[in-house]
């Protein structure tokens, strides 16, 4: 929990609040803005990307819009939020294979991936963060894992848990090596959906009891710490497309 943000949220009372004043260009990163009551305002060619619920728009409740359109456009997020192993298994799958084309993009343009645009990651940093995603939700949180983290995994910012367990945030890893472990990953992750049954993934998730990351994922079942590596496998792969088509666009100018 960010310094300063109440589980609760903040109130009416100790909102900011912003009047008459050009917040052209503005960029709020990492803030949260539950609550939030823009009125009267002037947003042309705004863009909006996060957890996004109960959103209304000049009266209008534009959530499920928005949902059911992310659903046509990437129909592996209605197998993610299935129930079924089957489905779950079917997910997995598609993730890689768009993750292993989008290496083959990244490829034919060396260099390419340690590249960054708008203070994002760049495609190198993406992966690993991944690798690190996949240590913690799945590694400790499925199986039960106590083993260090992958050193070039990149994890969270805040202390202890940046450098911890293992991670190596000084380390400058080659796209072949972030790539070797990726792969590995993927296929620990298919083998165990290949035998994993419904209640197994309805079960708690037997989470080590240690002061390792992530330190809310105990109570949760399984099934939702799963769903948190297919869910980041899924909207990382979109954050990293999408800033590829933007450095190749500034190339192309």
């Known amino acids: 929990m960010k310094a300063g943000l109440s589980v609760l949220g903040p109130s009416i009372r100790s909102m900011t609040r912003y009047v008459d004043e050009n917040l052209r260009d503005a960029e709020f990163r990492e803030c949260d803005l539950t609550g939030a009551r823009l009125i009267g305002v002037v947003m042309q060619d705004a863009v909006v990307d996060g957890l996004v619920t109960n959103l209304v728009v000049n009266g209008v409740e534009v959530t499920e819009y928005v949902e059911a359109e992310l659903d046509r456009r990437h129909p592996v997020r209605v197998l993610i939020r299935s129930e079924d192993p089957a489905d779950l298994r079917e997910a997995a799958r598609r993730l890689h294979a768009g993750w292993v084309a989008t290496v083959e993009r990244i490829r034919r343009t060396p260099g390419i991936e340690h590249r960054s645009v708008n203070d994002e990651w760049s495609a190198a940093q993406t992966m690993r963060h991944l690798v690190f995603v996949h240590d913690s939700w799945f590694r400790r949180c499925c199986l039960g894992s106590t083993e260090l983290f992958t050193p070039m995994g990149i994890g969270p910012s805040?202390?202890?848990?940046?450098?911890?367990?293992?991670?190596?945030?000084?380390?400058?890893?080659?796209?072949?090596?972030?790539?070797?472990?990726?792969?590995?990953?993927?296929?620990?992750?298919?083998?165990?959906?290949?035998?994993?049954?419904?209640?197994?993934?309805?079960?708690?998730?037997?989470?080590?009891?240690?002061?390792?990351?992530?330190?809310?994922?105990?109570?949760?079942?399984?099934?939702?710490?799963?769903?948190?590596?297919?869910?980041?496998?899924?909207?990382?792969?979109?954050?990293?497309?999408?800033?590829?088509?933007?450095?190749?666009?500034?190339d192309a100018e």
């Open 158 to 250: 805040v202390e202890p848990y940046r450098e911890a367990h293992g991670l190596d945030p000084s380390l400058d890893a080659a796209l072949d090596e972030i790539v070797r472990v990726r792969e590995a990953q993927a296929a620990e992750l298919e083998a165990w959906l290949g035998d994993v049954t419904a209640e197994q993934l309805a079960a708690r998730a037997p989470v080590p009891d240690d002061d390792v990351w992530p330190p809310y994922a105990r109570g949760r079942s399984v099934r939702k710490c799963l769903g948190t590596v297919l869910n980041e496998t899924f909207e990382h792969h979109g954050f990293c497309v999408r800033d590829l088509d933007l450095i190749e666009a500034q």
